[in-house]
């Protein structure tokens, strides 16, 4: 697979070529030290993936993603990075990125994340899988029971007896999701859960 990196300190990004061509099936055909750079290579060289850093000058990794996205590149973007904020993992998720690993992971992790991008398949750091999940699910387990039968299609009153709950407190429930994800009713709250991955 041919795999441009991306990352704007010159040493860490040497080093990550250096490492990765050293893999019997990964060829590093490019590197770049900003977004816009990284988003000219693509361009031209036409790589199966990026490895790109989030925090870049000129444009960000995110950006760069999100361009591709656009233009309907077939280039899959992993993305490498020491934050863990949800913000970022949810945008890179909408950019369609493929991959979001932690800068620190053993290089062999890194090498099996991008056979797995190229498999058709994604990879996610565990740490941040598990933090991100954490931070950013609004949900009560209750609230996340309650959506997912609203889901289903079953009333206030079929999930109250399903669940041994009283009318008024599925209602309430209900109510409390619709609110947290700032939604307009509880389809509307269902399928915002159902696209963040909160249901479980």
Request: hydrophobic letters at 45%; glycine letters at 10%.
């Amino acid at each position: 697979m041919r795999v441009i990196v991306a990352e704007d300190q010159g040493m860490l990004r040497g080093a990550l070529s250096a490492l990765l061509d050293l893999e019997d099936d990964i060829e590093v055909v490019g590197q770049a030290a900003d977004g816009e750079q990284a988003l000219r290579m693509i361009e031209t060289l036409d790589p199966d993936l990026c490895v790109m850093d989030i925090e870049m000058p000129k444009l960000t990794g995110l950006d760069v993603a999100e361009r591709i996205k656009e233009a309907k590149h077939g280039c899959k973007v992993v993305i490498l990075t020491t934050f863990s904020r949800s913000g970022y993992f949810q945008r890179a998720m909408r950019a369609g990125v493929k991959g979001f690993l932690l800068k620190d992971s053993p290089i062999d992790e890194l090498g099996a994340a991008l056979r797995s991008v190229h498999g058709g398949g994604r990879a996610v750091s565990p740490e941040l899988a598990m933090q991100l999940w954490e931070a950013e699910n609004p949900l009560t387990e209750r609230e996340r029971e309650v959506l997912k039968l609203a889901g289903a299609g079953l009333g206030a009153g079929e999930i109250a007896s399903r669940l041994f709950l009283s009318h008024g407190t599925v209602r309430n429930y209900l109510s409390e999701a619709i609110q947290k994800l700032d939604a307009k009713n509880r389809i509307e709250a269902t399928l915002i859960a159902e696209r963040n991955g909160w249901l479980g």
